[in-house]
């Protein structure tokens, strides 16, 4: 996958493409891996890096939605458990599953809990994880160590999906390269080009270099998240929003403070949100929060009061409760919820299902849903896009493909043996991840490489503003060439 030969495809004017697909995140990717899987001649344009807005900052799981089972969305969390044991299958080396423990400080939850998770694991059907069951106080301490034990009667233990997201993202890309589609990131699309009032294809622009280009193609994606909005406005000046942005953020902990490898899940909070303390890369991910009313952008940032929020949560299931010195990372994603019919509730009541909207000049649209029915969402989109751009039909391929879901540095030849030394010395990435993430993977910026060809900055903040100069350099002789 290399940037320079995906640049050469955009510029030949004498393509149509099939399929053109604005937006590089996990609906983008999936889209892309789809349409070129079935034939379809592939263009995807993202405005920065793969992964970049929300689909990189996730909660790290591929799930079901315990929550939504409550909310009585029994279709969706049986889509999602199936498209999570999919994922397991398709991507073994960045979906693993994880074992969570629901604790009980009141006599019934642990009873009352096993009854919701039971039909959890049986909505799974044969692609569940494991079995759900009751713990003791000794039992759930044992799993976890530094939970608080004054008034736990016990627990539930339940598996879910963990993934790396980032990674994953950039495996759909390189999959979708190799199946023949054309993924251009640091791409912004600026103009829809019309034909007889029919969208046709899109101007866009070079970041890097500022090289602007115009393709045609015969239906055009919207699958830009939390920008949704912004593209059907290129189409439609007048069109009305259907996105409802909500905020989550999350904390980076050391592993010390939850002292085992099995997650918690605290099933109501304050606002609503599920409560998740996860192991993750040697570190503690807690999260999330939902604030609604946010402003739309690129790199949005954790509030204060969201981050005092977390460890006041924090500090009320484990014996040792952090503070704000304690907090290794954070990072903010945007939710793109597609707004209900009715204005009641707060965001964390919307639904996570997905909705596809055509505009009358042909423009498809697809919005909502969640990290972990990606693959199901790409295939309800190709196939309305296929409608609208009469291209022939051709059956999705995506539910048994295997994703490139190694990191193109294990087929590396070491040129030189300096490429093995670290980064960093409490981190596992070395040089030739580096090289290896510009030369094979696309990387163009140092954020590229620290957050999300590697995950540095999402694991110590302090670790990575240390690295930085040193992957600039690689970076800039990478990007200059022999």
Request: proline share 5%; net charge negative; charged share 25%.
């Amino acid at each position: 996958m290399n940037r320079s030969s995906m640049l050469d495809h955009l510029a030949d004017t004498s393509v149509e493409w099939d399929v053109i697909i604005i937006g590089g995140g996990a609906t983008g990717l999936g889209t892309a891996v789809d349409a070129s899987t079935r034939g379809y001649r592939t263009l995807l344009l993202e405005q920065a890096d793969f992964g970049q807005g929300t689909s990189s900052r996730s909660t790290k799981l591929v799930h079901g939605g315990v929550r939504y089972l409550r909310n009585g969305e029994i279709g969706l969390v049986r889509d999602s458990l199936r498209e999570r044991g999919r994922l397991l299958r398709n991507a073994p080396n960045l979906v693993s599953a994880l074992p969570f423990v629901v604790p009980g400080y009141r006599w019934y939850e642990r009873f009352f809990y096993g009854v919701g998770l039971t039909l959890y694991d049986l909505l799974a059907g044969k692609l569940g994880i494991g079995s759900t069951e009751h713990l003791s106080q000794a039992g759930v301490l044992e799993r976890i160590p530094n939970l608080r034990r004054t008034g736990l009667h016990g627990g539930t233990l339940y598996w879910d999906g963990q993934f790396d997201d980032a990674r994953l993202a950039i495996a759909m890309a390189r999959t979708a390269a190799e199946k023949g589609a054309t993924v251009i990131n640091h791409i912004k699309v600026g103009e829809l080009i019309k034909e007889n009032g029919r969208v046709r294809g899109v101007a866009a622009v070079d970041q890097q270099s500022g090289t602007e280009y115009r393709v045609t193609g015969k239906v055009v994606i919207n699958a830009t998240g939390v920008f949704t909005d912004e593209v059907r406005q290129l189409d439609d000046p007048k069109a009305g929003k259907v996105i409802e942005p909500s905020q989550g953020i999350h904390l980076v902990l050391d592993r010390e403070f939850l002292g085992g490898d099995t997650a918690i899940m605290i099933p109501s909070t304050d606002d609503g949100r599920v409560l998740f303390a996860i192991p993750w890369h040697g570190r503690v991910v807690l999260g999330t929060t939902d604030t609604p009313g946010v402003p739309v952008e690129l790199e949005p940032r954790p509030q204060e009061e969201e981050i005092a929020y977390l460890i006041e949560h924090a500090g009320r299931y484990l014996t040792k409760a952090p503070n704000r010195a304690d907090v290794r990372a954070t990072f903010a994603g945007l939710r793109p919820l597609v707004r209900p019919k009715s204005e009641s509730g707060t965001t964390a009541s919307i639904s996570r299902d997905h909705s596809l909207f055509i505009s009358e000049s042909g423009l498809v649209t697809i919005a909502g849903g969640k990290w972990t029915t990606y693959r199901k969402m790409a295939e309800d989109t190709v196939n309305k896009a296929a409608e609208v751009g009469g291209l022939p039909t051709q059956p999705c391929r995506t539910a048994d493909l295997t994703l490139l879901d190694r990191p193109a540095a294990e087929a590396m030849t070491f040129d030189d043996p300096s490429w093995l030394e670290k980064l960093h010395p409490d981190f596992p990435w070395r040089i030739a991840d580096v090289v290896a993430a510009v030369r094979f993977e696309m990387a163009q910026t140092v954020d590229d490489v620290l957050s999300r060809r590697t995950r540095l900055s999402f694991l110590d903040e302090a670790a990575a503003s240390q690295c930085a100069p040193q992957v600039q350099e690689i970076i800039d002789r990478e990007l200059a060439g022999p």
